[in-house]
């Protein structure tokens, strides 16, 4: 969709930033695709069913939200993301096949307008991931409502493997999504710049303008093949930010993070394997962090046998640690990790206060070429290609390394909003994170608790899993159909 022709004056109901599965399946909540209560549906909580069925009349998007979570308990702490997930999946943690007692029925007529924009193709962060990888998730944690995942894999004749999929498949069945539940007609490629509340003269109405960067065929040298930017406009009554937080990659702060072997991107790992630059003979890699991306950093050196260390500021057995949520038996690589975080940990000689580490090579064990430091924090890089770490007790350890790569997480680019949205964060002093300091919403309307008609879903409001971040969009999606019904019945009185 042009954006740069469109209409300066049209005001759209609803403008939502960030096309990954948060803007997709707000989209197909705002397009009429509405849930009910199945005639025949059951849900295996016997509290939330007699809930349901007293206003089965009702779709889900007309229900007090509030009023069916209060008792739920899940995996998430946002109470719409319980409910939501709940309904889609009844049971599934307990790693049961329940079907959803949620029926879908396409009203057109109760559409709301809305536009999404990405700065690529529909399905987000997954266009961005490695291409081999297994997901974590089972592969209906990340489906959408409406078309099953393995229905669709099945039809595109891939192998249904161990009940998961990888990133490229996800990111193709979320762009495949889009055209198949008609949606695409909402969506356009674009970059946001910024977003600002703007006063209209008439009616003292407050609306947002939305303002980006669009690409087109360069007009200039249309033989060329060449690409401009051309700036777009638009006017909303509402604003969502589902913008995920894999922007820009955090970074440790110390000494020397800027020298050239240091990475902050799986994807330098991968161009160094390309490229030729490591293998067995290497000197050993460096992967600084514990969470997932570190844990591929680790399986694909190691897989190579590319001798690997790998230094993290927990301890193996911390609760707070990924891998000690992870059901063992539904990712058993993960799993693999974690035993050798565990298993192969550095012994320092308690003679010295300082050491010169040899290589993993020397260490015996099931995973030769393998050490891990926990507790341990890396205090600087020096341009020789060694690290100093810090254990317990203030201990150093000098490595010899090829390569470092520093995974420890993202941040959110809010950089198009006024102090890139920090005064809406739970902790407006602190930047804004995904785990520690999401933005501050209405539990059960995500919408801005300092920005009426701003809100915001998935990984910014601590919401990670593609599994929880659809409760978000049954919050605003709900909310938004709240909106429209107080402004419509205000206009029928006021022309009576
Ligand atoms: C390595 C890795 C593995 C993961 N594995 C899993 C898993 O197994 N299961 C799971 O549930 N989750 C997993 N996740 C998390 C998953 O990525 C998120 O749950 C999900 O993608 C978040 O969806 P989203 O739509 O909110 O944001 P994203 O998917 O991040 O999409 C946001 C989109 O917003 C757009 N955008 C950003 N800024 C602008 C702007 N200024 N203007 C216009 N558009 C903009 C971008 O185009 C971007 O694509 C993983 C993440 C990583 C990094």
Redesign the pocket.
């Known amino acids: 969709m042009d954006l740069y022709d469109k209409d300066a004056g049209d005001i759209l109901p609803v403008v939502v930033?960030?096309?990954?599965?948060?803007?997709?399946c707000l989209s197909y909540l705002l397009s009429g695709y509405t849930p009910y209560l199945s005639p025949e549906g059951t849900h295996p909580n016997p509290i939330l069913q007699s809930k349901l069925d007293r206003n089965s009349h009702l779709s889900l998007l007309e229900q007090d939200l509030e009023y069916l979570c209060e008792g739920l308990e899940g995996r998430s702490d946002n109470p719409v993301a319980v409910l939501f997930d709940s309904l889609l999946l009844p049971d599934s943690d307990f790693g049961l096949d329940c079907a959803s007692p949620l029926t879908w029925r396409y009203e057109p007529s109760r559409a709301t307008p809305h536009l999404v924009?990405?700065?690529?193709p529909p399905?987000?962060?997954?266009?961005?991931?490695?291409g081999s990888?297994l997901?974590?998730?089972l592969a209906n944690?990340?489906e959408l409502p409406g078309l099953k995942l393995k229905d669709w894999m099945r039809e595109k004749r891939r192998n249904v493997r161990n009940d998961r999929a990888t990133?490229a498949e996800i990111a193709s069945y979320y762009q495949h999504y889009v055209t198949q539940m008609g949606l695409e007609r909402n969506f356009a490629c674009?970059?946001?710049?910024s977003v600002q509340r703007v006063h209209l003269q008439e009616g003292g109405r407050s609306l947002w303008e939305v303002q980006?960067l669009q690409k087109r065929p360069s007009v200039v040298e249309e033989e060329s093949g060449e690409e401009e930017e051309v700036p777009f406009s638009v006017f909303a009554e509402n604003v969502v930010l589902?913008?995920?937080?894999?922007?820009i990659p955090a970074r440790l702060g110390v000494e020397g993070e800027g020298l050239p072997f240091v990475s902050h991107s799986?994807w330098e790992l991968e161009a160094a394997i390309s490229a030729g630059k490591l293998d067995d003979t290497s000197d050993p890699v460096l992967v600084v962090g514990a969470g997932?991306?570190a844990a591929?950093a680790v399986l694909a050196t190691h897989h190579l046998s590319i001798p690997v260390y790998h230094a993290f500021r927990r301890s193996v057995a911390d609760p707070g640690l990924i891998f000690n949520q992870l059901p063992k038996v539904l990712y058993p690589e993960y799993h693999k990790v974690h035993q050798m975080m565990t298993q192969q940990q550095h012994q320092p000689n308690d003679a010295l206060s300082s050491s010169v580490e040899s290589s993993p090579a020397s260490y015996n064990g099931s995973y030769s070429g393998y050490v891990s430091f926990p507790r341990h924090r890396v205090l600087s890089f020096r341009p020789d290609r060694k690290c100093v770490l810090q254990g317990e007790g203030g201990r150093q350890t000098v490595l010899q390394v090829s390569m470092v790569l520093v995974l420890i997480g993202?941040h959110p680019?809010l950089s198009?909003l006024p102090e890139e949205g920090r005064p809406m964060a739970l902790n407006p002093g602190e930047p804004i994170t995904c785990r520690r300091n999401p933005l501050d919403v209405d539990p059960f309307t995500h919408e801005s608790v300092q920005q009426p008609g701003m809100y915001a879903?998935?990984?910014?409001v601590g919401e990670?899993?593609?599994?929880f971040?659809k409760g978000g969009a049954l919050a605003i999606a709900s909310d938004v159909v709240r909106k429209r019904r107080e402004k419509e019945l205000t206009s029928k009185a006021t022309v009576a």
């Not at 930033?17 to 997709?24: A, D, E, F």
């Not at 399905?123 to 490695?130: D, I, L, P, R, V």
């Not at 674009?190 to 710049?193: D, E, K, N, P």
């Open positions: 930033i960030g096309n990954g599965p948060s803007g997709i924009l990405g700065k690529g399905g987000g962060a997954w266009h961005a991931m490695e990888m997901t974590l998730s944690w990340m990133p674009g970059t946001v710049t980006g589902a913008t995920g937080t894999h922007d799986f997932l991306t591929d993202a680019n198009f879903m998935g990984p910014l990670n899993f593609v599994r971040l």
